[in-house]
């Protein structure tokens, strides 16, 4: 039986807390008697029988009519997928869109399909790479379908290729992929990591046009969405549901199906990342000690090169297929079953290490813009009720912050930190007067539709990711990151935590409370 | 007389190399420059006037030659011992203040000029520059025939002589020779982008040089896009106060130019880019940054002196890269079509502009190896031009 999460009070016997730096870690004391180490669940339980369980969501759907009583002959099928973004770190093959895939074209051959097209439902991220797709879907489903080009990523400046549904009472455009959008039958594959995934999002984001990204995608939507991870407390979410009823309404019959992982994140010899401290026997600590000294003489392309090269050991926990809303309500209780932690109160200051990876740069650099990101846009947005960080508190990150950018896939990123970033880090302005020249450049075009870069926009989606957590903090403190580009963010460096503290102090005091959020693996906090 | 020399000894040109790297003062205490008896330069014949320096600033190519960096296409071209020293303002026998154009032109040196009215910069046949009356020698400072400002007196010929009323300060006036070779500069770019509308120069670097590079840009070139790579922040502030639109880190260079331009980036170079670059640096580096960065059939006009430097020129032979050297000054043709002296139009800018603030400190001759040293690393150290100020000496 797995443990779930739980709050630890750190006192003077507490062992040292493990923080990720991103491609390295260190051991930080946490000020005793009044900082408390929130850990998450253990990994839940399996399925034992994931095949099975994917066969009977199929057969057994939540309301709506089995998946082959929706296939008939000479019918368009569109099967769509999550892209390289999920799962992070990448799952040990199969991974489990591959079994559901295979399993929908199982069912799709028998009942004679035979028009039947894969679409990696990219948004704005980059187009992943062959490996990638193979990685993903597995060599049988890459070999047959890619060569005759009925497997593709989707391209939201592809205006030829894009179909444009209605609008919401609020005057929100849905406009999505036209292929999908003219199919008969829809399937959607998701692998959930987090709550703010599936549903509506994967449509109304995966497959949706720039335009009408932007229309959830934007500074006054994320600061009120709160949180990502709580769909209906989400301005996000709303919007998304909102497009959600358009897509019923005037688009394809779509046929959801959403899978939920635990968090078995590390193989060994990693593994004792996801361990409590306090139980790391000595050949943890042998190994943590060995490990951190070599990744901190590592070059950092080797030192990335080893973690991108992790696969997960991570376990399908449920699978579940059918209608949108009635899935994702399931997927949803799934989710927090494994990542749900009760946490009493706020905290003075929020303490969080960033690794190396977020869901921007599998493959590749987690640039400054991406720590920003991961901190303030993912794990802070790790809570359901309050922030677990007071307003007008202190977040501290630990995180080399190197001025290092992947230039194939992240080349407006590059721009965005040297003119955006040099002229302000306010979303809401950055919004008005870059985002346009952004989106109309004809390189950053050319570079999302035909080679592997992120979207023009998107540094600016990665910085609105973080409006909320950007508002909402007194100061945001980096250590050990490169001073320069620290304050390029509009932070405050540090080099040690307890500079951190001490910088922290003048903003919360001497007596500051301190609260961890212990990662990996993912959890969200339940703040009563 | 006391004053700064220069004498052709290849063992302290070496020393002063392989030091500088390190420590510039060092440099200065082992290379070629003394602090020493100097005598007075003889008249050479009429029209040669004496003066008396009051300040003389310290530029760029002087440190190159006090470092041991300098080419030795020069050998021939100057005169051993020289007194260095070029950018002079000083006073004649009659107390008039006076503003020296150095270059040892036609007319110093007794020959005709190339056409009526011309500068001492002008013509194309430099034999005059190593013939005539004088020992070799380009400019005043480098000959050791004249003398040069960094000594109390030198011999100046009537056809460098700007004569300036009291209104000038000094101060301002010793900017007026660096500020004329930044202007001469800035319309060498006017031949490329003439018709442009809106067009973009880049200018790289943002010492005194490519300062006055870009205050010569926004004076003389109508609707000129200014982009500039500066590496220090008081650099990037004068910049942005001399008239540059953006100002951005020397490595952020090419990406700001493909933003204004709109164009992509293929390999190391855009494939569009500036209508016209300034290497107001002058290495191998700044060079091949100047070439990944100007449009196809562009010009990249080196206002820095380049010495020996390594180029991989393939990029400049597909795109038919223009590279321009931009020596000094003479007689320019305005964009409106007019012809006028630039030394006429680094007086009027130095006065618009209120020049003087770009000078940030003065030495004594005797406090030279410190001079050297803050001129050396001027912009880290938050300055821009270092002179000498012998206003006190005799």
Not at chain 1, 33 to 55: C, M, N, W
Not at chain 1, 133 to 160: C, K, M, S, T, W
Not at chain 1, 452 to 479: D, E, M, S
Not at chain 2, 201 to 206: I, K, M, Q, T
Request: overall charge negative.
């Amino acid at each position: 039986m797995p443990r779930p999460g739980f709050v630890l009070d750190v006192d003077r016997s507490t062992p040292p807390i493990l923080f990720w730096r991103g491609e390295g870690f260190s051991l930080e004391k946490l000020p005793a008697d009044r900082s408390r180490v929130i850990y998450p669940p253990e990994p839940l339980a399996a399925l034992d029988d994931v095949d099975g369980a994917i066969r009977r969501a199929l057969l057994q759907p939540h309301d709506s009519d089995p998946l082959p009583a929706l296939l008939f002959p000479g019918m368009k099928l569109t099967i769509a997928f999550d892209d390289a973004s999920l799962s992070l770190p990448k799952m040990r093959t199969p991974d489990t869109r591959q079994r559901v895939i295979e399993a929908v074209l199982d069912l799709a051959a028998a009942a004679g399909v035979d028009d039947v097209h894969l679409i990696a439902a990219l948004g704005l991220h980059r187009r992943m790479h062959d490996y990638e797709l193979r990685h993903v879907l597995g060599n049988r489903i890459y070999d047959a379908f890619e060569p005759r080009g009925a497997l593709y990523q989707h391209d939201a400046e592809d205006y030829d290729n894009l179909a444009e549904l209605g609008t919401t009472p609020e005057g929100e455009v849905v406009e999505i992929n036209k292929r999908a959008a003219d199919s008969d039958l829809l399937v959607y594959v998701n692998v959930n990591q987090a709550a703010m995934d599936g549903g509506w999002k994967s449509v109304t984001t995966g497959l949706a046009s720039y335009r009408c990204l932007s229309f959830h995608h934007n500074p006054e939507t994320l600061q009120n969405t709160r949180s990502l991870m709580d769909r209906h407390h989400s301005e996000l979410h709303k919007s998304v549901w909102r497009m959600g009823k358009v897509v019923r309404d005037n688009g394809p019959k779509i046929f959801q199906i959403e899978t939920t992982l635990n968090t078995d994140t590390f193989p060994s010899p990693f593994d004792f990342l996801s361990k409590r401290e306090w139980e790391w026997t000595a050949r943890d600590r042998a190994t943590y000690l060995a490990t951190a000294k070599s990744l901190d003489r590592a070059p950092s392309r080797l030192a990335r090169k080893i973690f991108h090269g992790i696969e997960a050991p991570y376990r399908t926990t449920s699978v579940q297929a059918g209608d949108t809303e009635s899935v994702h309500k399931i997927t949803l209780d799934n989710v927090y079953a494994q990542q749900l932690v009760e946490v009493q109160g706020q905290t003075d200051i929020l303490t969080m290490g960033i690794p190396f990876i977020c869901p921007y740069n599998p493959e590749s650099i987690m640039n400054p813009i991406l720590v920003m990101c991961m901190g303030l846009g993912y794990l802070f947005n790790m809570y359901r009720g309050m922030p677990l960080v007071r307003e007008g508190g202190v977040v501290i990150m630990t995180h080399p912050t190197y001025r290092d950018f992947h230039p194939v896939h992240h080349p407006s990123y590059i721009d965005f930190y040297e003119q955006v970033l040099a002229d302000s880090n306010d979303p809401v302005v950055m919004s008005k007067k870059w985002e346009k020249q952004y989106a109309e450049d004809e390189w950053y075009r050319h570079l999302y539709r035909t080679g592997n870069a992120y979207h023009g926009v998107h540094p600016f989606y990665a910085w609105y990711w973080g409006a909320h957590g950007l508002q909402h903090a007194g100061r945001v403190i980096i250590v050990g990151g490169e001073p320069r580009a620290v304050r390029r963010l509009g932070f405050t460096p540090a080099s040690t935590m307890d500079d951190a503290f001490e910088i922290a102090s003048d903003v919360v005091g001497r007596s500051a409370t301190v609260t961890h959020l212990h990662v990996p693996a993912i959890l969200v906090a339940d703040v009563q | 007389m006391k004053g700064l020399e220069i004498r052709r000894n290849v063992a302290k040109l070496g020393l002063a190399r392989i030091t500088a790297a390190v420590s510039p003062s060092t440099a200065v205490r082992l290379g070629p420059l003394e602090y020493r008896h100097v005598d007075e330069p003889d008249l050479p014949g009429p029209g040669w006037h004496r003066v008396s320096t009051r300040l003389s600033g310290i530029c760029g190519s002087d440190l190159s030659l006090i470092e041991g960096h300098a080419s030795t296409y020069f050998d021939d071209w100057v005169s051993f011992p020289f007194v260095p020293g070029h950018e002079i303002v000083g006073s004649l026998d009659d107390g008039s203040r006076v503003i020296i154009e150095p270059v040892l032109g036609h007319e110093a040196r007794g020959f005709a000029p190339p056409f009526d009215g011309a500068a001492p910069g002008d013509g194309d046949d430099y034999a005059h520059l190593a013939t005539g009356d004088l020992e070799p020698g380009i400019q005043t400072g480098f000959c050791c025939s004249t003398g040069g400002g960094w000594a109390p007196e030198f011999v100046a010929h009537e056809s460098q002589l700007h004569r300036i009323g009291d209104d000038m300060p000094d101060e301002r006036a010793v900017l007026v020779e660096p500020i004329a070779g930044g202007i001469h500069a800035a319309l060498l770019t006017w031949p490329t982008i003439a018709g442009v509308t809106a067009p973009v120069v880049a200018v790289l670097g943002a010492g005194t040089m490519g300062l006055a590079a870009i205050a010569g840009l926004r004076r003389y070139v109508p609707e000129v896009r200014i982009v500039v790579g500066a590496r220090y922040p008081n650099q990037s502030a004068t910049a942005k106060s001399l008239g540059a639109d953006i100002v951005v880190q020397p490595a952020e260079l090419g990406r700001a130019v493909r933003r204004m331009v709109g164009c992509h980036i293929i390999g190391d170079h855009l494939t569009s880019g500036a209508h016209a670059t300034i290497d107001a640096v002058g290495n191998a580096a700044s060079i091949t940054d100047c070439l990944r960065i100007t449009r196809p059939r562009g010009r990249v006009v080196l206002l820095g002196m380049p010495s020996d430097v390594s180029l991989d020129l393939t990029g400049l032979w597909h795109r038919e890269t223009e590279l321009k050297g931009a020596y000094t000054y003479g007689t320019e043709t305005l964009p409106d079509g007019s012809r006028v002296r630039t030394f006429d139009l680094a007086i009027e800018t130095a006065n618009e502009l209120q020049a003087e603030r770009l000078l940030s400190a003065t030495y004594r001759l005797a406090d030279h190896v410190d001079a050297i040293a803050h001129a050396s690393a001027a912009g880290r150290r938050g300055a821009i031009k270092i002179a000498f100020d012998l206003r006190e000496e005799g």
